[in-house]
Structure formats: structure tokens, C-alpha cells
């Protein structure tokens, strides 16, 4: 039987707190298919990346597309997680061949880039805190230092034999109408649940499950329910318009040897092929 990944919001019904809670098993295991991680320490935090920009996004903008990018110690280690409205996730990872593992010490960055109600881009960088657990923190200080949202994010992925077994993570946010006796309670419960990652090893992080640990005793009400999917948005017609971008001698240098022009997706893999009378047809448009 195909997995297929969800996201669950809920809110608590005294309006004291939002829950999101994803299952991206199944969108972790293709993005990491179709990328160059040689090491599970690059894999983990690259499904820790993909996961965090999903459940960020379903917090703040469910209907836009956000970024998240992670730069390491390493000026050349790069990764990046694409999220989109319709549930699909597609991730990048740029490191050298050489590489092992991707620090974030003093010099680990996480950028978060969306799309607002009316069409522009809202941007925030952060520094990853000195000694973060992982991409959890990362995310965790984002929401607090540009968003100004008290919010505690625990994601994670189990892997087996090397492979991803099983992804997921949730998000708690505190809301204005939150009252000392609820906060209390909820701090001591998600202490528990700091770490997921035992959790999806034994196959207790769905997103229901999720919901029902985080918000016990507590009544709540789901607000939504979205599928989570691998999925890329390139396609023919996007790449070319961005050859017939190109200035026009950068496009008569790709026809010089008399070959069609092949073109291969970062994200997917997937490639494309332009003949030499495409490429033509380009700079009559140019």
C-alpha cells in the first residue's frame, strides 16, 4: 500500500494553543532519492530541514510558497527546502563531494523566504544557537527571533539499514489567550517529546497520534488536514523562459556545436532536451 504524508492543525478550544503535526515519511524518503548524501549525518539533517519548512509554512502561510535554506560552517554547504500550497516538497542539497557532515557552528544561517497575501517576499535570517540539537532549534529560533512566536518544534527522522523509515515532527505555538495553569502543563508534557525520533522508531508519530499526546486532557478542534507530497515544479515551458532570458550571444554559444542543449532538474533529476531550432526560436523571441 502507497504511504501517503499528511499535515494536521488543530487548536485547542480555550484558544491557548496551535498544534501542527506532519507525517513526511514518504516526501523525505523521494527528495532524498534524487540527491547526493553520502553520509546519514547530511541525510538526517536534510529530512530535518525538508520537515521544518513544511510545518513552518502550514503555520504561517498554508496557501504560499516557502524557502528554507541552511548554510553551514562551510561557505560551500548548501540546502534548501521548497515548499508549496498544494502539498508538494522538493529539497536541494549543494556540498562538496568531500563532504561528511554539515556543521552549524558560528556560522550556520537558517533563511526563511515567503510569499505574503499580496505577492511580495518576507524574508528572515537567523543564526542556528550555539550547541542546537539539530534542525529543531534552528526552526525554533527563527519563530522566535523574526516571527516574535513562542513556539516549540520537534522533528525528526528514523532511519533504517540507511534508509528513511519514518519522518515527522510537530509544532506547539502559544497563543495570546493562554493562562499560566495551561502553560505549565503543556511545558511539562513536551518534555517528553523533545526528542520524536524513538517515537517514529516505534511507529507512534503520526500526526493524530501527535495531536492526541501533545494536547491530552485538553479539548481541541482540528482546523485542517492536508496532503504532504514529492513533488517538482519544473517543467519545459519554465525553463524556457529562463533561456530566453539569457542575452543573446550566452544563447548563440549554446548552438555553436550544432547539438541539442540537455538540461537536468537540481530537484528531481528529470531532464530536458532543447534542439538547436528551439534554442533559434528562443532568440527570435530574445
Do not use: W
Not at 508519530?205 to 514529492?230: C, H, I, N, Q
Amino acid at each position: 500500500m502507497l504511504h501517503t504524508d499528511n499535515v494536521l492543525r488543530a487548536i485547542t478550544d480555550d484558544g491557548a494553543f496551535r498544534v501542527i503535526a506532519a507525517d513526511t515519511t514518504a516526501t523525505v524518503r523521494q527528495a532524498l532519492e534524487v540527491q547526493h548524501a553520502e553520509t546519514l549525518d547530511l541525510k538526517r539533517t536534510f529530512a530535518d530541514l525538508l520537515t521544518g519548512a513544511i510545518l513552518v509554512r502550514e503555520s504561517m502561510a498554508p496557501d504560499y510558497r516557502l524557502q528554507a535554506i541552511l548554510q553551514g560552517d562551510n561557505p560551500k554547504a548548501r540546502m534548501v527546502a521548497d515548499t508549496h500550497a498544494d502539498g508538494s516538497a522538493r529539497g536541494l542539497i549543494q556540498v562538496p563531494s568531500d563532504l561528511k557532515e554539515m556543521p552549524l557552528g558560528e556560522r550556520g544561517l537558517l533563511q526563511i523566504a515567503r510569499t505574503l497575501h499580496n505577492g511580495s517576499l518576507h524574508q528572515g535570517v537567523v543564526r542556528v544557537p550555539p550547541g542546537a540539537k539539530g534542525m529543531s532549534s534552528a526552526f525554533m529560533a527563527y519563530m522566535q527571533e523574526s516571527e516574535q512566536t513562542l513556539t516549540m518544534i520537534a522533528i525528526g527522522c528514523h532511519f533504517a539499514n540507511g534508509s528513511v523509515a519514518a519522518a515527522g515532527g510537530y509544532m506547539v505555538q502559544l497563543l495570546p489567550e493562554v493562562a499560566e495553569g495551561p502553560l505549565m502543563v503543556m511545558t511539562e508534557r513536551l518534555k517528553d517529546f523533545e526528542d520524536i525520533v524513538p517515537l517514529l522508531a516505534r511507529g507512534a508519530a503520526s500526526p493524530e497520534e501527535l495531536l492526541k499526546e501533545t494536547l491530552y486532557g485538553m479539548p481541541y478542534t482540528k482546523v485542517g488536514d492536508r496532503e504532504v507530497k514529492f513533488a517538482c515544479q519544473c517543467s519545459a515551458d519554465r525553463l524556457a523562459i529562463s533561456l530566453a532570458s539569457l542575452p543573446r550571444n550566452d544563447i548563440e554559444s549554446l548552438m555553436e556545436d550544432g547539438k541539442p542543449l540537455e538540461i537536468e532538474c537540481d530537484y528531481c533529476r528529470k531532464k530536458y532536451e532543447f534542439t538547436v531550432q528551439q534554442l533559434r526560436s528562443l532568440l527570435d523571441k530574445n
